[in-house]
């Protein structure tokens, strides 16, 4: 595949912010013609691509082919800034010149750049994600050189603080971004949240049951959220389950065996006592219909079949106290912050 085609769109995604997922499909008209050259010289030529691995994606599998390699560029030119210090003052100085000499060099705070609220957007948004310099718009550096949006969070944490005079702020600008500060707007992370907040207080007096999901977007509609259930039974125990539903288009979805895991959590506490005497992690394994029926017919823990195998993967008997129940659980759950923010959320 030509180095100098996968390069160019490489470095627009690179200044832009943006993911080759989304940006091959909005590129400039010119890089949209280097995009079509390099589906066709994938076609062509085979380079390395292996039809089987992406025949299930909807069309052009050349393209999603190219994605991917578009996004290890990426990646690779982030850890090379990370490892290389000359390379990264060299890309902030191309971007930011007059910024460039302000950037420590030495020290323990080496590549970082100190923020007063002289770079503040002057447009009275609620958050900021972004800072400003003559004109453009500059960031802070990923952490995660794959996720382009994956310090929003810590920018608005952060910049937040620049207002408080007794607070210094340092951050690691992003040497690869820039764009005109008309270019740019806030991007906010849909969340949804359906059922009340939890507390054991209420856990306590439940009588009957209490669902609740958690997502990132705006509906469950495509998966990709998280589900509560608190049943009160006859034994004056509460029972509760928690399943963690994957986004129906992750590739969870796409394995060759049609099937679909899910990690699922049930425990067990007792009000008198206010302790948990019983927690269990498992691995439910659904076919691939069956999930999408779960999914499509809008199926929460309440009223959801049994039409899946299961695993299980832990158990705990015992007097387990509420930290220890929340820290297990929010440890199972690694890379799936719903949970965690669940038992956060607290009434």
């Known amino acids: 595949m030509n180095p100098d085609s996968v390069d160019k769109i490489t470095s627009h995604c690179l200044a832009t912010g943006t993911e080759p997922l989304f940006g091959l499909f909005r590129l400039p008209e010119e890089l949209d013609e280097v995009k079509d050259s390099l589906i066709d010289e994938v076609k062509e030529s085979g380079d390395g691509f292996d039809i089987e691995k992406y025949a299930h ?41 007059q910024l460039a000499d302000e950037v420590e060099k030495t020290g323990r705070d080496r590549g970082l750049l100190s923020i007063g609220e002289e770079f503040l957007p002057d447009k009275g948004y609620p958050f900021v994600q972004w800072l400003e310099s003559e004109e453009n718009a500059f960031f802070i550096s990923r952490s995660l050189p794959g996720a382009s949006n994956g310090t929003l969070q810590l920018s608005e944490s952060l910049l937040f ?24 707007f806030p991007h906010s992370e849909l969340a949804h949240w359906y059922g009340r907040p939890f507390s054991l207080k209420w856990v306590g007096e439940l009588r009957g049951e209490e669902s609740a999901e958690h997502g990132p977007g705006d509906s ?40 679909v895991l899910t990690r699922f959590v049930h425990a067990i506490f007792d009000p008198a006592k206010e302790i948990f005497t019983h927690l269990d992690g498992a691995v439910r394994i659904y076919d691939k219909s069956d999930y999408e029926d779960r999914i499509f017919r809008r199926k929460n ?14 158990r705990v008997d015992g ?23 669940y038992f956060e959320r607290s009434a």
């Open 57 to 97: 994606l909807p069309n052009q599998p050349e393209l999603w082919f190219i994605i991917e390699r578009i996004k290890k560029s990426i990646e690779e030119k982030y850890v090379e800034s990370f490892l290389d210090f000359d390379r990264f003052i060299e890309n902030f100085s191309d971007n930011f010149p």
């Open 220 to 259: 469950s509609l495509d998966g990709h959220c998280t589900q509560f259930l608190w049943s009160s039974k006859k034994d004056a125990v509460v029972q509760f389950s928690m399943e963690e539903l994957p986004h129906k288009a992750e590739g969870s979805l796409e394995q060759a065996d049609e099937r």
């Open 319 to 341: 007097e387990i106290d509420y930290e220890a129940f929340r820290h297990v659980v929010g440890a199972f759950y690694k890379w799936n912050r719903m949970p965690i923010e």
């Open 161 to 184: 603080l620049i207002r408080n005079p007794k607070i210094k702020l340092k951050i690691r600008p992003d040497c690869f971004r820039k764009q005109p500060v008309s270019d740019v």
């Open 301 to 314: 823990l309440k009223n959801c079949d049994k039409s899946y195998h299961k695993a299980k993967i832990f």
